[in-house]
């Protein structure tokens, strides 16, 4: 089948936070984290199909639902998950704030790996959390882990959480198998339980393959909650539809508790059926997608190489949002997304967004006709070969 993901889809004026949050004019955004694609037309037609039914009302979330969930971890990564691991939720950072409630106190310790998505920050400032980071380890463009400090920090008795970003935001590492046993074994020796967010598992590029962290052992699935969704995937970030799973019968407990407690536990009808309709029919739209946003990395790192020579693209391995170091300009992150947004009218992510190990970063998201992204990286050459 066919798949126009050069198609140009108008979303202004739709509500669109991507879009209709920017200033007014011809501003193109490059930023927040959803795509510029219709998403598959099996979700289309499955929904099309529910609202035709006429009635809306509270919705169970039916056993295909976790069906579809099981089937899609087993084929896509081999993974074997159990249907009662499994707790239906609105989305990510809702489950991940619910999680972080149900098991540490205020004033204890969650280690985070900066730079490293923002929410993270956010939620556990929320939750009145201690944030320990454990920043990322940077040579010439790649990333990798400080495992060494990682020990030193999970020693502290005050710390009960590691939150995992794999793969990784905004790095685009996706950890090996090596690199996560490690991890699993520190956190394991330590008593500190990892929260595994894994919404971009399914955007995998190229020759690399996603691990999940519950699959490195019984002992450390124990030790583990998951968090994924297909709306990074699919594109419905809008329809507020996730899950988590863990092998551990009292994380389930606890955070359910709180999941009830904030009345968070019921799915709207759209978000089951988009969700079925996803992992039971969309496959074959996403390896198409997976081709075209590799493609569209590939092009925006040769561009950048010809173009922009001072800035170096970190490699992609998962995700469709690109870390591009651009600290030879000498030039804070904050300052230059905003001289590219006021002086060339594209938006962009400071690094600094994720934490102080982000400074003199942009991010750049790519999901987006061909032709949109040239438009884009017209528009940072101007910007950025004039710093």
Not at 30 to 49: G, P, R
Request: glycine share 6%; charged share 15%; proline share 5%.
């Amino acid at each position: 089948m066919e798949f126009n993901f050069d198609e140009i889809v108008n979303r202004k004026n739709t509500n669109a936070f991507k879009w209709d949050a920017l200033p007014p004019g011809d501003v193109l955004p490059m930023w927040v984290a959803d795509m510029d694609f219709k998403t598959a037309s099996a979700i289309i037609q499955a929904l099309s199909d529910r609202v035709a039914h006429g009635v809306f009302g509270y919705t169970q979330t039916p056993p295909q639902f976790y069906n579809a969930i099981t089937n899609w971890w087993q084929k896509r990564h081999g993974f074997t998950i159990q249907q009662d691991w499994i707790v239906p939720v609105m989305g990510v950072i809702p489950a991940l704030s619910a999680i972080v409630r149900a098991l540490t106190q205020k004033g204890d310790k969650v280690i985070i790996q900066p730079p490293v998505y923002n929410h993270f920050y956010i939620t556990l400032a929320n939750c009145g959390c201690e944030i320990v980071e454990n920043n990322l380890l940077y040579n010439h463009g790649d990333y990798s882990l400080d495992l060494n400090d990682l020990e030193n920090q999970a020693f502290n008795p005050d710390v009960k959480l590691l939150i995992l970003s794999n793969p990784h935001n905004p790095a685009g590492r996706v950890w090996t198998r090596e690199e996560l046993q490690q991890v699993a074994a520190i956190c394991l020796k330590h008593n500190v339980i990892v929260i595994s967010d894994e919404i971009h598992s399914d955007l995998v590029l190229d020759t690399n393959t996603h691990i999940p962290f519950a699959s490195l052992g019984e002992e450390h699935s124990q030790n583990s909650i998951t968090l994924a969704s297909p709306t990074k995937t699919f594109n419905l970030a809008g329809l507020q539809v996730g899950y988590l799973f863990t092998q551990n019968s009292a994380f389930i407990k606890a955070v359910n508790t709180i999941l009830v407690m904030q009345e968070i536990e019921m799915l709207s009808p759209f978000a089951v059926e988009a969700l079925i309709a996803a992992y039971t029919q969309g496959e074959e739209w996403l390896e198409a997608l997976k081709t075209y946003l590799y493609d569209n990395y590939l092009y925006l790192k040769e561009f950048v190489a010809q173009n922009i020579p001072a800035v170096t693209v970190a490699p992609l391995q998962g995700t469709y949002l690109v870390w591009v170091d651009c600290s030879a300009l000498q030039k804070t992150s904050v300052s230059l997304a905003e001289d590219l947004l006021q002086n060339n009218n594209l938006k962009v992510n400071a690094g600094t967004m994720y934490g102080a190990a982000g400074e003199g970063f942009i991010r750049i998201n790519i999901a987006c006709p061909r032709a949109q992204l040239k438009k884009g990286l017209m528009r940072l050459k101007a910007g950025l070969t004039l710093q």
